[in-house]
Nanobody, 126 residues
Framework: QVLLVESGGGSVQAGGSLRLTCAAS??????MAWFRQAPGKEREGVAA??????????HYADSVKGRFTISRDDAKKTISLQMTSLENEDTAMYYC???????????????????WGQGTQVTVSS
Protein backbone atom coordinates (compact mmCIF):
# COMPACT_ATOMS: atom_id res chain seq x y z
CA GLN A 1 0.00 0.00 0.00
CA VAL A 2 1.32 3.41 -0.94
CA LEU A 3 1.53 5.81 1.97
CA LEU A 4 1.92 9.51 1.24
CA VAL A 5 3.12 11.80 4.00
CA GLU A 6 3.12 15.57 3.63
CA SER A 7 5.30 17.98 5.57
CA GLY A 8 6.37 21.60 5.53
CA GLY A 9 3.13 23.37 6.25
CA GLY A 10 2.90 26.22 8.70
CA SER A 11 1.96 29.84 9.20
CA VAL A 12 3.46 32.60 7.13
CA GLN A 13 2.76 36.23 6.38
CA ALA A 14 1.42 37.28 3.02
CA GLY A 15 4.23 37.59 0.53
CA GLY A 16 6.24 34.89 2.23
CA SER A 17 7.30 31.44 1.08
CA LEU A 18 6.87 27.85 2.15
CA ARG A 19 8.04 24.54 0.76
CA LEU A 20 5.88 21.47 1.06
CA THR A 21 7.20 17.95 0.63
CA CYS A 22 5.40 14.68 0.09
CA ALA A 23 7.20 11.41 0.73
CA ALA A 24 5.94 8.12 -0.70
CA SER A 25 6.51 5.03 1.37
CA UNK A 26 6.81 2.47 -1.41
CA UNK A 27 7.37 4.06 -4.77
CA UNK A 28 6.24 7.11 -6.69
CA UNK A 29 3.46 6.82 -9.24
CA UNK A 30 3.61 8.32 -12.70
CA UNK A 31 1.39 11.23 -11.77
CA MET A 32 1.76 12.97 -8.44
CA ALA A 33 -0.05 16.11 -7.49
CA TRP A 34 -0.93 18.68 -4.88
CA PHE A 35 -4.49 19.60 -4.05
CA ARG A 36 -5.82 21.99 -1.43
CA GLN A 37 -9.03 22.56 0.42
CA ALA A 38 -9.95 25.75 2.19
CA PRO A 39 -12.65 25.83 4.88
CA GLY A 40 -16.08 25.76 3.30
CA LYS A 41 -14.69 25.19 -0.18
CA GLU A 42 -14.25 22.21 -2.45
CA ARG A 43 -10.89 20.53 -2.85
CA GLU A 44 -9.05 21.90 -5.88
CA GLY A 45 -5.99 21.00 -7.85
CA VAL A 46 -2.88 23.10 -7.31
CA ALA A 47 -0.17 21.42 -9.37
CA ALA A 48 0.75 18.06 -10.83
CA UNK A 49 3.88 16.45 -12.25
CA UNK A 50 4.66 13.38 -14.32
CA UNK A 51 7.54 11.11 -13.38
CA UNK A 52 10.83 11.66 -15.09
CA UNK A 53 10.56 8.42 -17.04
CA UNK A 54 7.52 9.80 -18.89
CA UNK A 55 8.82 13.32 -19.37
CA UNK A 56 8.34 15.14 -16.10
CA UNK A 57 5.60 17.39 -17.47
CA UNK A 58 3.97 19.85 -15.06
CA HIS A 59 0.51 21.33 -14.69
CA TYR A 60 -0.62 24.29 -12.60
CA ALA A 61 -3.83 25.91 -11.56
CA ASP A 62 -4.14 29.40 -13.01
CA SER A 63 -4.26 30.87 -9.51
CA VAL A 64 -0.75 29.67 -8.66
CA LYS A 65 1.07 29.96 -11.98
CA GLY A 66 4.23 31.98 -11.60
CA ARG A 67 4.16 31.67 -7.81
CA PHE A 68 4.30 27.92 -7.13
CA THR A 69 6.73 25.35 -8.52
CA ILE A 70 6.23 21.60 -8.33
CA SER A 71 9.17 19.23 -8.54
CA ARG A 72 9.93 15.61 -7.87
CA ASP A 73 12.86 13.37 -7.03
CA ASP A 74 11.95 9.86 -8.12
CA ALA A 75 15.08 8.39 -6.54
CA LYS A 76 14.05 9.78 -3.16
CA LYS A 77 10.35 9.11 -3.80
CA THR A 78 9.40 12.69 -3.01
CA ILE A 79 7.63 15.59 -4.60
CA SER A 80 7.81 19.18 -3.46
CA LEU A 81 5.82 22.33 -3.86
CA GLN A 82 7.75 25.58 -3.56
CA MET A 83 5.28 28.33 -2.79
CA THR A 84 6.27 31.98 -3.09
CA SER A 85 4.40 35.28 -2.92
CA LEU A 86 1.81 33.60 -0.75
CA GLU A 87 -1.58 35.22 -0.48
CA ASN A 88 -4.33 34.96 2.11
CA GLU A 89 -6.31 32.99 -0.45
CA ASP A 90 -3.66 30.26 -0.37
CA THR A 91 -4.68 29.35 3.16
CA ALA A 92 -5.86 25.73 3.05
CA MET A 93 -5.08 22.14 3.90
CA TYR A 94 -2.71 20.88 1.22
CA TYR A 95 -2.89 17.26 0.14
CA CYS A 96 -0.51 15.09 -1.83
CA UNK A 97 -2.09 12.64 -4.27
CA UNK A 98 -0.82 9.98 -6.63
CA UNK A 99 -1.95 7.55 -9.29
CA UNK A 100 -0.67 5.69 -12.34
CA UNK A 101 -0.60 7.10 -15.84
CA UNK A 102 0.20 10.53 -17.13
CA UNK A 103 -1.23 13.58 -15.44
CA UNK A 104 -2.73 14.98 -18.64
CA UNK A 105 -6.38 14.02 -18.74
CA UNK A 106 -6.27 13.04 -15.07
CA UNK A 107 -5.43 16.19 -13.15
CA UNK A 108 -7.17 18.12 -11.65
CA UNK A 109 -10.02 15.64 -11.27
CA UNK A 110 -10.04 14.41 -7.69
CA UNK A 111 -11.74 11.13 -8.67
CA UNK A 112 -8.75 10.22 -10.83
CA UNK A 113 -6.38 9.98 -7.86
CA UNK A 114 -6.54 6.86 -5.70
CA UNK A 115 -3.79 7.56 -3.17
CA TRP A 116 -3.96 10.52 -0.81
CA GLY A 117 -1.97 11.87 2.09
CA GLN A 118 -3.43 13.20 5.32
CA GLY A 119 -2.66 16.81 4.50
CA THR A 120 -0.58 19.65 5.89
CA GLN A 121 -2.01 23.01 6.89
CA VAL A 122 -0.84 26.24 5.29
CA THR A 123 -2.03 29.48 6.86
CA VAL A 124 -1.25 32.84 5.30
CA SER A 125 -2.00 35.98 7.25
CA SER A 126 -1.78 39.67 6.45
Amino acid sequence: QVLLVESGGGSVQAGGSLRLTCAASVYTYECMAWFRQAPGKEREGVAAIDSGRIGGGTHYADSVKGRFTISRDDAKKTISLQMTSLENEDTAMYYCAADGGVCAGRWPRISQFYYWGQGTQVTVSS
